[in-house]
């Protein structure tokens, strides 16, 4: 346990000094409040921007407070999952090109501490900025949409979480075997990219998928479903991002002779 401590602490402020803890949750803030913000002012903008003929009124249906925080969680399923993926992509990569691996195998420390104190700071820094950015947005929508209920969103904040959890696991799992970041995050996306696509083709076939929580989440915030109806993805979820955990272990200890 206390070379698990030493680990963690040793990731956090690795972090810190990189400025992983001032980039990530500033970009998913921006990401997320202009979610709100560009579609309460989309008229202006566009009228604005548009070569329109004087006197042109340009009018939209103004969607309700749930509508705009379901868009927002469409835009950290875009681009948010990119920079999730970034953000994890080097935590190992790194650290083998700079021969800090090859000390850290020299001391009593296991695979599984290596591999654990990896995945939980990158699941707290990641955990964490979502939820500020998601918390931000929530109190813009309030502001300028209708209100949306504190408990929905909580709810759909946890859902969604436990799909950034498989993402960074998944990314974790295969820095274990890939050795170059920007390959790492080729293939994790990619891979990712094809679950998602494979989920919306095979919707019947495809209700266990880690790629469904994300509409999941949506669906509580709009059409506040009965949660026993979630119980598939996120059992399935969870143990698939259990299995990637172990797999990570049991590959890192064979690559690197824990």
């Not at 959890?165 to 293939?187: C, E, Y």
């Not at 209700?207 to 949660?227: F, G, V």
């Amino acid at each position: 346990m206390k070379n698990f401590i030493t680990l963690f602490q040793k990731e956090m402020l690795e972090s810190k000094r990189n400025g992983k803890w001032i980039w990530l949750p500033v970009v998913i803030m921006i990401l997320g409040i202009s979610q709100p913000i560009t579609t309460y002012y989309m008229p202006q903008i566009i009228e604005k921007a548009g070569n329109l003929p004087e006197g042109a009124k340009i009018e939209f249906p103004v969607p309700t407070g749930a509508e705009v925080l379901a868009a927002t969680l469409s835009q950290y399923g875009t681009i948010g999952t990119l920079l999730f993926v970034l953000a994890t992509m080097g935590v190992i990569s790194q650290e083998r090109q700079n021969n800090v691996l090859t000390l850290i195998m020299a001391r009593p420390v296991s695979a599984f501490q290596y591999i654990a104190s990896k995945w939980s700071s990158q699941v707290i820094i990641a955990l964490t900025s979502l939820f500020l950015s998601y918390v931000l947005t929530w109190y813009y929508t309030n502001l300028l949409f209708s209100p949306v209920r504190w408990i929905d969103v909580l709810i759909s904040f946890l859902i969604y979480s436990l799909w950034i959890i498989f993402i960074l696991t998944f990314t974790i799992w295969l820095g274990t075997f890939l050795r170059n970041s920007g390959g790492i995050a080729g293939v994790s996306l990619t891979l990712l990219a094809a679950l998602s696509l494979l989920t919306g083709l095979a919707t019947r076939y495809m209700k266990w998928s880690p790629a469904t929580l994300r509409d999941q989440a949506t669906s509580i915030l709009i059409d506040q479903k009965n949660l026993d109806t979630f119980f598939l993805p996120v059992f399935s979820t969870i143990i698939l991002s259990i299995i990637l955990f172990a797999l990570a272990v049991n590959t890192l200890k064979r690559f690197e002779h824990f």
